[in-house]
């Protein structure tokens, strides 16, 4: 079966423009996960949906960066007004359910979309 | 607050040596799980291991094993006979809640052939 779908795969913006990069998660999976990795880093929790609904958006850096799940499957993390510092590859993860008694259920990462901000 | 640890920034190693990857979970949480994740030049994120808090039991899975000490918080990675295609960045994280995975800053594998 497919797993994680992001595209576009990369993505060059100029300083000031609005992105939207999209995540299709394998299907079926009620949560998706959106991660950002500086270069060098690891990759960092942004937000957190459970089906349609933003359960945690602890992780976006500012309000330029805004994400949704309109349906409870794909997901748009949309940054307005790019600036050179949201330059990382934005990963997106989804599973299957959240976890439930002793189970836990893998987050399946997609590719990541590679941003760069000139 | 959960912290993961890697103090190895970079390690290369002639292929065929055994290496482990050091990582340290520090959580208040008594309930969370472990994961190794590789990630190759690619870039895609691969699973490897989870390992669940109430187990500490030592693992080896084909070429790979762990060691989890709940006592020292430790949740080390060992790589058997290492291999050229083992050759990526290794990222230790956890998860305490179920909804968030934290990351440590990874640690670069070389093998040299």
């Known amino acids: 079966g497919a797993g994680v779908s992001q595209s576009p795969r990369y993505k060059v913006a100029k300083r000031g423009q609005d992105v939207a990069l999209r995540c299709d998660p394998i299907?079926?999976?009620?949560?998706l996960f959106w991660y950002q990795q500086a270069l060098g880093q690891g990759p960092e929790f942004l937000t957190y949906?459970?089906?349609?609904?933003?359960?945690?958006k602890s992780g976006l850096p500012s309000d330029r960066f805004f994400a949704e799940r309109p349906e409870g499957s794909v997901s748009t993390l949309k940054i307005q007004r790019t600036q050179q510092e949201d330059s990382a590859v934005y990963l997106c993860?989804?599973?299957?359910?959240?976890?439930?008694?002793?189970?836990?259920?893998?987050?399946?990462f997609g590719p990541g979309t590679r941003l760069t901000v000139l | 607050a959960q912290k993961v640890t890697q103090a190895q920034t970079e390690i290369s190693v002639v292929e065929k040596e055994d290496v482990t990857l050091d990582c340290v979970y520090e959580?208040?949480?008594?309930?969370?799980?472990l994961f190794w994740y590789k990630q190759p030049p690619s870039g895609e994120l691969v699973f490897l291991i989870r390992r669940n808090s109430f187990d500490e039991q030592n693992e080896i899975s084909g070429r790979y094993s762990w060691n989890f000490q709940k006592s020292t918080s430790s949740f080390n990675f060992t790589i058997t006979a290492s291999q050229v295609v083992d050759s990526a960045v290794y990222f230790c994280?956890?998860?305490?809640?179920?909804?968030?995975?934290?990351f440590g800053s990874g640690t670069r594998l070389s093998i040299r052939p």
């Open positions: 299907s079926g999976h009620v949560s």
């Open positions: 949906f459970q089906n349609e609904a933003q359960l945690d």
């Open positions: 994280a956890g998860d305490s809640s179920a909804s968030k995975i934290i």
């Open positions: 959580t208040r949480d008594t309930t969370y799980y």
């Open positions: 993860a989804s599973s299957l359910d959240p976890l439930t008694g002793s189970s836990y259920n893998e987050q399946f």
